[in-house]
């Protein structure tokens, strides 16, 4: 897939789901899932891991998403 012009990439600034804090680590990249659901195996693909640094809820996220840091 390339980029074009008509592409539009949403940019959003993090907030974490449970405290909204926007704070957060890495705590894995290229990382997958592996579970079973009805008599099914399943292995989900490379995700990043993020850590909320104020209530520890792990958020995950599939490689289209960038991540950047912002120093106040």
């Known amino acids: ?3 074009t012009p008509d592409e539009k990439i949403e940019q959003k600034q993090l907030a974490c ?3 909204q804090s926007n704070k957060a680590e890495i ?3 290229n990382v997958k899932l592996s579970g079973r ?3 099914k195996d399943f292995l989900t693909t ?3 891991v993020l850590k909320c640094m104020k209530c520890g809820y792990y958020m995950f996220f599939d490689n289209t ?3 950047t840091t912002k120093d106040q």
Do not use: I, N, Q, R
């Open 27 to 29: 705590a894995g990249e």
């Open 1 to 3: 897939m390339s980029d």
């Open 65 to 67: 998403a960038k991540f």
């Open 17 to 19: 789901p449970v405290c």
């Open 46 to 48: 490379a995700l990043t």
């Open 37 to 39: 659901f009805e008599d």
